[in-house]
């Protein structure tokens, strides 16, 4: 039976060592973040926006491509005062078509803004020194897309488009003072001004 207790013991300072040295990066925080979307892929939903043509697609055809402004989630919907507002710096000899007939339509001119993506951030690295906020090492990984359409009387009078194919960041986060650097703001002498 004292066998038993020192091989069970042995075992156990084993596992311990090990995880020290290999630094337990499985036990690290993972985020995955997914839009909800009919797309599974950037190339889907670039393809969906080919589609879409100013001033002949109408919502229910965009909604066959898979921008359904009912059902799917994330959407922005923009009025004709926020259209004016984040075109105000375009000259009006670069601004299109789209957005002056916009602009005229007022009220009845409506700017719809779906953005799909696949987000995933995984921590990775020593477990010991990210938990003690001494280095942390993030992947970030993924694809985002943002589809702006402006629609007049049901028909899209305009699009506009920014993607991200393929999103892929290291971040190292490095705390000399592990987790004392979040305090060291406490300790700062505050200035005294006259």
């Known amino acids: 039976m004292n066998i038993n207790v020192s091989g069970n013991l042995l075992l156990f300072t084993l596992l311990v060592t090990t995880a020290?040295?290999?630094g337990c990066a499985a036990l690290l925080p993972r985020t995955t973040t997914i839009s909800k979307s009919p797309w599974k892929s950037y190339r889907e939903v670039v393809?969906?926006?080919d589609k879409v043509i100013p001033n002949k697609s109408s919502l229910s055809e965009?909604?066959?491509l898979g921008?359904?402004?009912y059902s799917t989630p994330n959407l922005k919907i923009l009025s004709y005062v926020d259209i004016a507002v984040a075109t105000s710096t375009l000259k009006r000899d670069v601004a299109g078509d789209g957005i002056e007939a916009c602009l005229r339509a007022r009220g009845i001119c409506t700017g719809y803004?779906?953005?799909p993506q696949v987000y995933i951030s995984n921590r990775y690295g020593n477990f010991w020194l990210d938990t003690f906020n001494f280095k942390r090492k993030t992947l970030?990984?993924?694809w985002r897309f943002r589809a702006s359409f402006l629609v007049v009387d049901s028909v899209v009078v305009e699009k506009f488009w920014y993607g991200e194919p393929l999103v892929n960041m290291d971040k190292e986060v490095v705390n000399p003072l592990g987790p004392l650097q979040e305090m060291s703001g406490i300790f700062a002498v505050?200035?005294?001004?006259?």
């Open 47 to 49: 393809d969906a926006y």
């Open 113 to 115: 803004v779906f953005e």
């Open 140 to 142: 970030e990984s993924g």
């Open 20 to 22: 020290i040295i290999t």
């Open 62 to 64: 965009i909604r066959k």
């Open 67 to 69: 921008f359904d402004i």
């Open 190 to 194: 505050p200035k005294i001004g006259l």
